[in-house]
């Protein structure tokens, strides 16, 4: 038998009545009473007596590798939690959570997890998927749906080889009922005249003078067909008419900002990407500029309607849902792995 090594402190007690030895050889000394609240599988296997010849505390040969095991007893005893930086280490400490059934350990992870999601949203999505933590799935999601090439990373990760089909259908799903929904947003002006804001239509009043106008810089309203001709909306209409029987129409430079922003918008549905449009495309204030009425508001109008149009696109996502199929087949073979 190979030599073996004590871990560190805290599990270097000598008054330890149980040692957890590793695959590498580094012996765990820790408590009964501890071990057993913590895995109702292992407190069954220690209700079995030791043979009556060996002295000393007994010996648990297990599978896991030391900085795997340290990083589990961190997590479910009264001691400082450890760093989790890789998502290699994310996955052993859940693999050898779920086969001692260490619920504890399990929660614990949800911070670690969440600091590495950022850099790792498709491994850890996948991992997620992998052991059934539907809050994490679901973080890892709403990363995801920014990407519409997430399924098709540079190289494959090694959780790829677990993960069912169904668990990036449901993200592709997800995604598209994301655009779907803010296109809906988008595509619905009659809040940009007559929702509660300081650009709100005011009432058919005639033709209105921009600069006289409080609505949006960009917009004219009036009955004067004629008077319309170097307008256009973003529909295939030219013009049309408001149920007031007013015409609403706007300026092209707008149409054409429009048409980019929903372009955007349906690669990357989020309050993120209105939000940052302005300052990655400042082209719309040159086409502004076109307009020598349009200018003087041009950026505060277009500042303010991002605004508005980000908080709804934000309230619409928060409302969309990704369907996590978990099931007892993917359960089952998630546990086989892990054995």
Same mark, same amino acid.
């Given at each position: =038998?190979?030599?073996?090594?004590?871990?560190?402190?805290?599990?270097?007690?000598?008054?330890?009545?149980?040692?957890?030895?590793?695959?590498?050889?580094?012996?765990?000394?820790?408590?009964?009473?501890?071990?057993?609240?913590?895995?109702?599988?292992?407190?069954?296997?220690?209700?079995?007596?030791?043979?009556?010849?060996?002295?000393?505390?007994?010996?648990?040969?297990?599978?896991?590798?030391?900085?795997?095991?340290?990083?589990?007893?961190?997590?479910?005893?009264?001691?400082?939690?450890?760093?989790?930086?890789?998502?290699?280490?994310?996955?052993?400490?859940?693999?050898?959570?779920?086969?001692?059934? =260490?619920?504890?350990?399990?929660?614990? =992870?949800?911070?670690?997890?969440?600091? !590495?999601?950022?850099?790792?949203?498709?491994?850890?999505?996948?991992?997620?998927?992998?052991?059934?933590?539907?809050?994490?799935?679901?973080?890892?999601?709403?990363?995801?749906?920014?990407?519409?090439?997430?399924?098709?990373?540079?190289?494959?990760?090694?959780?790829?080889?677990?993960?069912?089909?169904?668990?990036?259908?449901?993200?592709?799903?997800?995604?598209?009922?994301?655009?779907?929904?803010?296109?809906?947003?988008?595509?619905?002006?009659?809040?940009?005249?007559?929702?509660?804001?300081?650009?709100?239509?005011?009432?058919?009043?005639?033709?209105?003078?921009?600069?006289?106008?409080?609505?949006?810089?960009?917009?004219?309203?009036?009955?004067?067909?004629?008077?319309?001709?170097?307008?256009?909306?973003?529909?295939?209409?030219?013009?049309?008419?408001?149920?007031?029987?007013?015409?609403?129409?706007?300026?092209?430079?707008?149409?054409?900002? =429009?048409?980019?922003?929903?372009?955007?918008?349906?690669?990357?549905?989020?309050?993120?990407?209105?939000?940052?449009? !302005?300052?990655?495309?400042?082209?719309?204030?040159?086409?502004?500029?076109?307009?020598?009425?349009?200018?003087?508001?041009?950026?505060?109008?277009?500042?303010?309607?991002?605004?508005?149009?980000?908080?709804?696109?934000?309230?619409?996502?928060?409302?969309?849902?990704?369907?996590?199929?978990?099931?007892?087949?993917?359960?089952?073979?998630?546990?086989?792995?892990?054995?």
């Amino acid at each position: =038998m190979a030599e073996s090594c004590s871990a560190r402190t805290p599990f270097d007690d000598e008054d330890a009545d149980i040692i957890f030895r590793s695959s590498d050889g580094v012996d765990f000394r820790l408590y009964k009473v501890i071990v057993s609240k913590l895995s109702p599988m292992l407190r069954d296997m220690l209700a079995v007596p030791p043979p009556p010849d060996v002295e000393g505390p007994p010996i648990v040969d297990v599978t896991e590798d030391a900085r795997t095991l340290e990083h589990v007893f961190r997590l479910c005893c009264p001691v400082k939690h450890p760093d989790i930086t890789t998502v290699e280490e994310v996955y052993a400490v859940l693999q050898a959570a779920r086969k001692y059934d =260490m619920s504890a350990v399990t929660a614990n =992870m949800r911070s670690p997890i969440k600091q !590495l999601l950022p850099r790792e949203p498709l491994r850890i999505y996948a991992i997620a998927y992998i052991f059934g933590m539907e809050d994490v799935a679901r973080d890892a999601a709403v990363l995801l749906r920014d990407d519409p090439r997430f399924h098709i990373p540079t190289s494959p990760p090694p959780e790829f080889a677990l993960l069912p089909a169904a668990a990036l259908y449901a993200v592709h799903i997800y995604r598209k009922k994301c655009v779907d929904a803010v296109l809906r947003v988008f595509d619905d002006t009659d809040w940009v005249l007559n929702d509660n804001h300081k650009r709100a239509f005011p009432g058919p009043v005639g033709v209105f003078n921009v600069e006289d106008s409080p609505t949006w810089v960009w917009v004219s309203l009036g009955n004067d067909v004629e008077a319309h001709a170097a307008w256009c909306t973003i529909g295939d209409m030219q013009l049309r008419f408001l149920p007031t029987g007013s015409l609403y129409c706007t300026r092209r430079w707008w149409c054409d900002y =429009m048409r980019a922003l929903r372009y955007a918008l349906f690669y990357r549905p989020s309050g993120s990407t209105i939000r940052a449009y !302005l300052a990655e495309h400042v082209d719309v204030l040159r086409n502004a500029a076109s307009c020598a009425r349009c200018m003087p508001r041009a950026y505060a109008d277009i500042s303010l309607f991002n605004m508005l149009l980000a908080a709804k696109v934000d309230q619409v996502l928060a409302e969309v849902k990704i369907d996590l199929p978990f099931s007892q087949a993917e359960c089952a073979a998630g546990q086989a792995e892990c054995t």
